[in-house]
């Protein structure tokens, strides 16, 4: 078969996680057949093919797969080598993974068996959130260039952003979206605890939030830092973590952070110190 730009693709998915949940309806709208699904839990599996337009044959087994163009593999990192070890795929059939940090070398054992390849998209996925895929990260890599055009055609169907990422620099990014996204949304728990703890509304943080980030995206983030620590303003340090005294484990990750900060950024000078638009 040859395939062209537009080309549809038959996809069979590996996996009915929060990935597969969102991109299955991505592929279905570009165009693509999602032929087939399987899933550690069938009931996922089933519940994510009856939400296709076409509802995708749920594989009873790894070893009774949908013939396909491409398998994709949304699984957890840690389950893809037993799920590709145990799975009867075609020969030659293009099998990718969508995992940030997992190694194109995970094909080698399978070489002239298998095309491997990498479909990571750089986005985190909720329940409930639509995703625009047209401006979502593909970083993609294969074994060989066949397999690398055939991911092409899948990823620009999808978005406008696609990139070619050898594995190591695919893993220094997922390193940096674990900062800029994970990290975040955790302090942001911490925040809206605190806030509930006390009596007072989580709305009170969202101005503040909203301004961080935009100033984040439109500046260096530590050219942008403020607060007490790049202040070296010891004395609200020492209020905020008698604030935190019944929380110890949040207590030692506040001054881990303020030491970061404090080796990170250079000190404001004294002028600064004492500017009112500083002071957070």
Known sequence: ?????????????????????????????AGHAVVGLWSRSPESGAALASRLPVPATVASSLQHLPAADVY??????????????????????????????????????????????VFYPLQTFGPGRAIAWASVPLCLEGTDAAALAILHQLATSLSSDVRELDSARRLQLHVAAVWVSN??????????????????????????????????????????????AVRHDDATLAHHAAALAARPRWQQLYQQLTASIQATAEPLPAAA?????LRL
């Not at 990935?19 to 309806?25: D, I, K, Q, R, Y």
């Not at 840690?78 to 099998?95: E, I, N, S």
């Not at 728990?189 to 703890?197: N, P, T």
């Not at 935009?214 to 007490?228: E, H, R, V, Y």
């Open 1 to 29: 078969m040859t395939l062209t730009d537009r080309t549809p693709l038959r996809i069979v998915l590996l996996g009915a996680g929060r990935v597969a949940t969102h991109l299955a309806p991505a592929l279905a709208a």
């Open 72 to 117: 994709l593999l949304t699984l957890p990192d840690a389950v893809v080598p037993d799920v590709l070890a145990a799975a009867c795929f075609p020969v030659g059939a293009l099998v990718a993974h969508t995992a940030g940090a997992l190694p194109l070398s995970l094909f080698a054992p399978y070489q002239g068996r298998l095309r491997g390849g």
């Open 183 to 228: 990290f975040p949304n955790h302090l942001l728990g911490i925040g809206r605890e605190l806030l509930e703890g006390a009596g007072l509304p989580w709305e009170l943080l969202h101005p503040l939030i909203r301004e961080t980030l935009d100033k984040a995206l439109a500046q260096p983030p530590f050219a942008a830092q403020t607060g007490p």
């Open 273 to 277: 110190n004492n500017a009112p638009g």
